[in-house]
C-alpha cells in the first residue's frame, strides 16, 4: 500500500487542471500515475518515490461545470530542487482522463522551506531584542547570525536590468562592482553598501550609465572568469577607474572582512590593471603558460642583450644590476633618480642624436613588460620616466612634454589630459575606450 505521508515537506508543487468532461478524483490519480510512468525511469516513478516516502499523497481539488471539470492538484515534495521541478514537469504531460481530453499547468514550486525561515528570523529578532533589554547575550554567534540575516535583507533591485545591489548604490559617489548577487550578500555582511553586481559578462545599459556618474571600482574573482569580465566590460563602454583583484584562485563571496578591505584599499588604476591582463590574455592565446611559470629573467636578459652587448659587453655584471634597478620602481613606485643612472642611453646615443617616431616605436618595444612611461620633449630627449601608474599625476607636474611612449593602453583621461598639456605625441600598445581624440594630438599604437 502507498505512503499517505512523507517525513519532511520541502516542496509543494502547485497544478491547474482543464478536463474536457466530468470526472471524479481518483481518475485524475490514475491519470498521472499511469501516464508518468516509465516516463523518466525507475528512480523517478511515482509510485515507487511515494511508496518509500519522497512523494506524499496527491491532493485533488475538483469542481464539474457546463459538462467540464476543473480545479486544483497539490504534490508534497521532500525531494531536492531538481528532482522536484523534474516531477513537476512530467505532469504536464498528461493530456487525458479516462475518455476526456486534459490540460494539466504548472502554476508554481513553492518552499516550505520559506516560512519557516521567515518566523525564524522574525522570532530571532524578537528574542534578542529582549535579551538585550534584560542581559548581555551570552553568545555572539547567534547574534552575528542574525545581524547577518537583516543585512542580507538590505539587497534592493538597481536599474532598468534589476540588477542586486546595496541600498547605498544611489547616494554615494563611489560604487563597487562585482561580479554576482553572493559577491553582494558578502560585502553586505561586512558593511560595504555601494556594491552592485554586474550580472556576469555581458554589459548592460544600466552599468554603463551608472559608470558614467560614479567613480568605478571593479572588484573581481581571482580566476580566468575575472579577466574575461574585465575585457568584456572595457570594450562595453564601461567606464572604470580602478581595478581590485581577490587572490588567485578564490572569489569576492569567498573573502573575510578583512581580506576585503585589504583588497579594496590596494587597488589599481585602470590602465595598469587592463595592460597587465592584456599582456596574461596574450600569453595565453600564444600557448606560452610553461614560460610564464619560468624565471622572467632569462627571457629579458636574451633581449637586453642585443641592445646593449656592443657598449656594456666588456663588464657583464652592471648588466644585471641595471636590470634589477630597472625592476625596483614596480614595487617603491615613482623613482625618478634611481632609473636616470644608468647611462645606456648616453652610451647609445653619444652623439646627441634625435630620436624618430620609428625610434620612439622601438623605444615601445624597449619598455614591454615593464608597466614604465617615458616622457620626451621636443627634441625628443627623454626628460622623464615613471610608472604606468603615476602617468596622470606626473603629467600634470612635468612641463615641456611633446611626446609619451608607455607599455600601457591609451585611455580617454590620458588623451584629454595629455592634449591640455600640450603632447603633441601620444604611443602606447593599443587604444582603449576613446570616444574623441583630441584635434591637436597624433595616437599610435603598436597594433598600427
Not at 524578537?126 to 552575528?144: A, D, M, R
Not at 625618478?336 to 645606456?344: A, K, M
Not at 623605444?363 to 604606468?388: C, I, P, Q, S, W
Not at 611626446?403 to 600598445?429: E, H, N, Y
Request: aromatic fraction near 4%; hydrophobic fraction near 35%; proline fraction near 4%.
Amino acid at each position: 500500500m502507498a505512503k499517505t505521508y512523507i517525513d519532511t515537506v520541502k516542496y509543494l508543487v502547485y497544478t491547474n487542471v482543464e478536463i474536457g468532461g466530468l470526472v471524479e478524483k481518483p481518475d485524475v490519480v490514475g491519470a498521472i500515475f499511469g501516464q508518468t510512468e516509465g516516463l523518466l525511469g525507475d528512480e523517478l516513478d511515482l509510485r515507487d518515490l511515494q511508496k518509500n516516502g519522497r512523494i506524499g499523497r496527491i491532493e485533488v481539488d475538483l469542481a464539474g461545470k457546463d459538462g467540464k471539470t476543473t480545479g486544483i492538484i497539490k504534490i508534497p515534495s521532500s525531494l531536492d530542487m531538481v528532482e522536484t521541478c523534474i516531477i513537476a514537469a512530467a505532469l504536464e504531460t498528461v493530456d487525458r482522463v479516462g475518455p476526456c481530453e486534459a490540460r494539466l499547468k504548472i502554476t508554481k514550486v513553492e518552499d516550505t522551506r520559506n516560512l519557516k525561515r521567515k518566523h525564524l528570523v522574525d522570532r530571532a529578532k524578537n528574542l534578542l531584542k529582549t535579551l538585550l533589554n534584560t542581559e548581555i547575550p551570552e553568545s555572539k554567534e547567534i547574534s552575528q547570525l542574525v545581524r547577518d540575516e537583516v543585512k542580507t535583507a538590505e539587497i534592493t533591485e538597481y536599474g532598468y536590468d534589476r540588477l542586486p545591489a546595496g541600498p547605498s548604490i544611489e547616494k554615494d559617489n563611489e560604487v563597487v562592482f562585482v561580479e554576482g548577487r553572493a559577491d553582494v550578500v558578502n560585502l553586505l555582511k561586512n558593511d560595504i553598501t555601494n556594491v552592485i553586481a554586474i550580472g556576469g559578462a555581458k554589459v548592460t545599459r544600466t552599468i554603463v550609465d551608472l559608470s558614467k556618474k560614479k567613480e568605478v571600482t571593479l572588484f573581481l574573482d581571482g580566476d580566468r572568469g575575472g579577466d574575461i569580465i574585465l575585457n568584456e566590460l572595457a570594450q562595453g563602454g564601461v567606464d572604470i577607474d580602478f581595478i581590485s583583484r581577490a587572490p588567485a584562485g578564490l572569489e569576492v563571496e569567498e573573502l573575510t572582512r578583512k581580506e576585503i578591505i585589504k583588497y579594496l584599499r590596494n587597488r589599481i588604476p585602470f590602465e595598469q590593471g587592463s595592460a597587465k591582463n592584456n599582456r596574461t590574455q596574450e600569453r595565453r592565446n600564444n600557448n606560452e603558460v610553461p614560460r610564464f611559470r619560468q624565471p622572467v629573467v632569462v627571457e629579458k636578459q636574451e633581449d637586453f642583450s642585443i641592445d646593449i652587448e656592443e657598449d656594456v659587453a666588456p663588464p657583464p655584471q652592471p648588466v644585471f644590476e641595471k636590470k634589477f634597478k630597472k625592476k625596483e620602481p614596480e614595487d617603491n613606485g615613482l623613482d625618478i633618480p634611481r632609473l636616470d643612472e644608468p647611462e645606456i642611453i648616453n652610451k647609445e646615443q653619444p652623439t646627441t642624436a634625435k630620436l624618430t617616431k620609428a625610434d620612439l616605436m622601438k623605444e615601445l618595444d624597449n619598455l614591454g613588460n615593464t608597466l614604465k612611461a617615458r616622457f620626451y620633449n621636443e627634441n625628443f630627449e627623454k626628460v622623464n620616466e615613471v610608472a604606468v601608474r603615476d602617468v596622470i599625476k606626473s603629467l600634470g607636474e612635468t612641463n615641456n612634454v611633446h611626446a609619451i611612449v608607455f607599455d600601457g593602453i591609451i585611455t580617454q583621461r590620458l588623451a584629454d589630459l595629455a592634449s591640455k598639456q600640450g603632447v603633441k605625441l601620444l604611443i602606447g600598445l593599443k587604444i582603449g575606450n576613446v570616444n574623441k581624440v583630441p584635434d591637436n594630438i597624433e595616437i599610435i599604437t603598436k597594433s598600427k
